[in-house]
């Protein structure tokens, strides 16, 4: 599951609309998920739902938009999990579509344990980020405790013996860009319509 819903408030435009290199990172982060070997993929849009979708190619994911975005990334959360109703899948990875160095080697470590008990967590140096893999015993649970901008960060706090922390520092890098500096740094540009806007 790709959360790609926020406005972007501090970097000033949404996320979903970030290019890297020219390509759209939610089409890049589409593509990390699928090399991983995770299907189906959701994504959850939000703020500029109907830009993202006449500019990225999303056809090999599940769309899902929620128009709750402003409320915070707990109901994204809660909009991707219920878009997952197919009873064989066992488990869900998570990952924000603000993350272009994550890589399909982070992603594949994280899912190697996909059982419907698991919760899985990426460490960089130590410190938990994504991508966190939530196997569906747990879902009611995180839908029921994330809210605004929490996430499924309760429910996890609640259950931290149970969690699994793997490692991700050699295949990947952790960072969220979530200021201008940071975009500068990764190379993330705004389409030019965007621009001013």
Known sequence: MIIAAGGGRRIGTPEALLHQDGRPLV?????????????????????AAD?????VDLSA????????WGT???SSLRAGLNALSDNSIEAVVVVPVDMPGLTAAAVRRVIA????DVLVCATYGGLRGYPMLFGRRHWAGISTLAKADV???????????????ISCDSVADG???????LMELWGLTVPPQRVGV
Do not use: F, W
Not at 151 to 164: D, N, Q, T
């Open 72 to 74: 915070g990334i707990g």
């Open 27 to 47: 089409e890049q982060m589409l593509e990390t998920l699928t090399e991983s070997g995770c299907d189906p993929v959701v994504v959850v849009l939000g703020a």
């Open 61 to 68: 994911a599940t769309v899902v938009v929620n128009k709750a």
């Open 113 to 116: 344990l996909p059982y419907p």
């Open 51 to 55: 830009e993202v979708r006449e500019s």
């Open 175 to 181: 960072c969220r860009v979530d200021t201008p500096e």
């Open 151 to 165: 996430g499924a960060r309760p429910y996890l706090l609640a259950h931290k013996k149970e969690i699994v922390d």
